[in-house]
């Protein structure tokens, strides 16, 4: 058992470290203003988004620092998402409302809209944004800003994700948690790449000629994960990307019960860990990590442990208080990890059967190549 409490204790001991260095890094990350003439195009896939597309728009009209401009894409709403739209757009002529065309074969839904978006987008960069998420005054401007400072075609961040539902907390925070916990951002920095890709499509600006010249969402057209997607892309043709602090650029709040998290998380799970290759040694690195240490603590209280549970809700509460996420997940932490890795278990076991995602109540086969 003392073999198994130093293995543990290791794995722990990783996410950690890695936790340590990435918010140092990501906290010295000063922001700057854009220069010269910049305009964002702050882009908005709409599909029966009633309840929220009023609030993103007001968030989005709040911006300061650059002048910007908001599309709206309307993808088939049977609520009354669009009228909205107009409704604002007949206030401020910021505000466009475009219908997307009929989705084409080959195309995932949300990919289709934002690909539509951004031909329609007049800006110097395109700032992609969720409808459930709220812009602060300055995200666009540091957005950008940071985006000419670094030469990166990509800059992505994770919005404050607000989470009030057991059901949200056994879920939701596994996002940061595994790009701080594992995500070695100094590499990232360094080298373009493609496996240091990563990005939130929730909040994600790209230069618009870099996003032309890697093809952009039609490149990723039979995808679902447009975040670590993109950036992969990016990366392979040549252009940085980058992740910066989100928590005070903009908030989210994903999913309100326990069965909408699940489906959300496991809709695009085989692009990211979900693969034969990948969820084996995620399960080691997550299962032996965070969840082993708590299991085997009322048996076995040798020291290795219960350290590596210590680290393990360690790190959980470092990136909770960085991220401002709720400090109910912390207690929650090693069953919010064993929720996470079953989503994934349950989505890899069922390959070779029929599978279907979908983008707001549109369902498509998945996994195709593009």
């Known amino acids: 058992m003392i073999v198994v409490g130093l293995v543990l204790f290791g794995l722990a001991a990783l996410s950690f470290a890695l936790a340590l260095v990435n918010l140092s890094i990501l906290r010295a990350t000063p922001p700057h203003a854009p220069k010269g003439d910049v305009l964002v195009s702050i882009l908005i896939p709409a599909r029966n988004e009633a309840k929220n597309i009023g609030p993103a728009l007001d968030a989005a009209l709040a911006s300061v620092g650059v002048r910007v401009e908001i599309l709206v894409m309307d993808d088939g709403s049977t609520d009354a998402t669009p009228e909205i739209v107009r409704s604002y757009a007949a206030r401020d002529e910021r505000v466009r409302l475009l219908t997307a065309p009929p989705l084409a074969d080959g ?17 110097t960069n395109l700032l992609f944004v969720d409808a459930d998420v709220r812009l602060g005054p300055r995200a666009a401007a540091r957005l950008a800003g940071h985006a000419q400072e670094s030469h990166a075609g990509l800059v992505s961040a994770v919005p404050r994700q607000i989470m009030r539902s057991p059901g949200e907390l056994l879920t939701v925070p596994t996002i940061n948690l595994l790009l701080l916990g594992y995500l070695p951002m100094g590499f990232m920095r360094l080298s373009r790449d493609p496996g240091l890709g990563a990005a939130c ?33 990016f990366r392979r043709k040549g252009f940085m990307t980058d992740l910066v602090p989100g928590d005070r650029l903009a908030s989210c709040r994903m999913y309100t019960r326990f069965d909408e998290a699940w ?28 969840v082993l240490p708590f299991a085997l603590l009322p ?9 590596a549970a210590l680290l393990s809700l360690a790190t959980r509460t470092l990136v909770t208080m960085a991220t401002r996420e709720n ?44």
């Not at 230069?207 to 969402?217: D, I, K, M, T, V």
């Not at 048996?299 to 350290?307: D, G, Q």
């Open 263 to 290: 489906n959300g998380f496991a809709k695009n799970a085989h692009e990211g860990m979900a693969t034969p290759v990948a969820l084996p040694v995620w399960t080691v690195l997550l299962l032996g990590g965070h």
């Open 107 to 123: 195309w995932t839904g949300k990919v289709h809209a934002c690909h539509h978006l951004s031909e329609a987008a007049k800006g």
């Open 201 to 233: 499509g929730q909040l994600m600006l790209v230069e618009r000629e870099a996003y032309r010249a890697s093809g952009g969402h039609a490149a990723i057209r039979a995808r679902i994960h447009d975040g670590i997607q993109l950036a992969r892309l």
């Open 327 to 370: 400090p109910w997940s912390i207690p929650l932490h090693p069953f919010t990890m064993l929720v996470g890795l079953a989503i994934q278990w349950s989505v890899l076991l069922r390959i070779g059967t029929t599978r279907h995602a979908g983008w707001k109540g549109r369902l498509y086969p998945v996994g195709a190549k593009p």
């Open 299 to 307: 048996f076995a209280p040798t020291l290795p442990i219960v350290a």
